[in-house]
């Protein structure tokens, strides 16, 4: 996070100690894989949602949060793991893919690994958060699925991709604050307060995503841009570009988006496409839709020092660069 702090840097400090002890095991070659996945783990932006959700909800017991946000960042890097075995994804976060360094079988089963202890931290609690872990599992498994089924797909309408981001980003992130305000004890209405930040929150994130895919700094990125060009996913900057990119050849990029196998010229061609079409400020307009919503709906929550921490998290996420 650079020098930016929500107030929760040592409870995520907490949250690294408890993901690293999880991963524990007699297997040297599991334990490096897994430590190698981890730490890659980027911005840390769930446990963030979770932890400050927690704090914001009058939340006492901070060991439960750091479980709870431990939990959900296993199962992210599992997902991460199973992703770029799906996409064929050669970087993750400047490092080569899980993948690709340490062999298909043995990534493959190290993300269930991942998996399984996620359950072994996340299965001590109610049965309400279980089924709230379970259900996100799901989710992403859904979103994935659908991701690949609309791969090269120049037909994909916005709500589409809407419905699968909300599976594979924001759902997560919702769940990471819904279980804080359960453990919380909050009243209802709070804890579907935080839920509906963290999908606000998570929709917003993964369009900056998707903008930074486009117009981002290859040495910020840690991967050179067009990954979702060379990989088929048409997010919502090329849905944008396909449905009122008036000043392009939009025949063009769709000839382009439908190529199975793109060379490099493919790739800067399609991007300077979507960089021309106007496409890109569009996108940025609805992420920062979903900020204001994000932000509109922790209304019910007391003033404190979390919730203004909740809500400068919205604008570093829609201002990030990388």
Request: hydrophobic content about 45%; overall charge negative.
């Amino acid at each position: 996070m650079g020098s930016l702090d929500f107030g929760v840097t040592k409870e995520l400090a907490m949250v690294e100690a408890r993901i690293r002890e999880s991963i524990v095991t007699e297997e040297p070659l599991l334990h490096d894989i897994a430590r190698y996945v981890i730490e890659s783990g980027g911005k840390r932006i769930r446990p963030m949602v979770t932890l400050l959700a927690f704090q914001a909800l009058g939340g006492k017991e901070i060991r439960q949060a750091v479980d709870c946000a431990a939990a959900f960042e296993l199962i992210h890097s599992a997902t991460l793991i199973h992703d770029d075995i799906n996409d064929g994804g050669e970087m993750r976060r400047g490092r080569l893919a899980a993948y690709k360094k340490f062999g298909l079988q043995n990534a493959l089963v190290t993300g269930d690994f991942l998996f399984v202890k996620a359950f072994g931290i996340g299965g001590k609690f109610d049965d309400d958060i279980v089924e709230i872990t379970a259900n996100v599992c799901a989710a992403l498994a859904e979103g994935e699925i659908r991701q690949k089924r609309h791969a090269h797909d120049t037909g994909v309408t916005r709500s589409e991709y809407l419905d699968i981001i909300e599976r594979k980003t924001a759902l997560p992130m919702s769940a990471g604050a819904k279980v804080a305000g359960l453990l919380a004890n909050a009243r209802l209405e709070d804890i579907e307060a935080v839920g509906d930040y963290g999908i606000n929150l998570g929709m917003a994130f993964q369009i900056v995503d998707d903008i930074l895919d486009v117009v981002g700094d290859a040495s910020r990125l840690g991967k050179p841009p067009g990954t979702d060009v060379r990989e088929g996913n048409v997010t919502l900057v090329t849905i944008h570009a396909l449905n009122d990119g008036s000043a392009i050849d939009v025949e063009d990029l769709e000839r382009l988006i439908r190529k199975r196998r793109k060379g490099e010229a493919d790739v800067r061609r399609a991007l300077g496409l979507l960089r021309e079409s106007g496409a890109v400020e569009k996108a940025r307009h609805d992420a920062e839709v979903y900020g204001a919503l994000a932000k509109k709906t922790l209304d019910p929550l007391p003033e404190g020092e979390a919730k203004a921490n909740m809500i400068r998290l919205v604008d570093y996420v829609l201002s990030r660069d990388m």
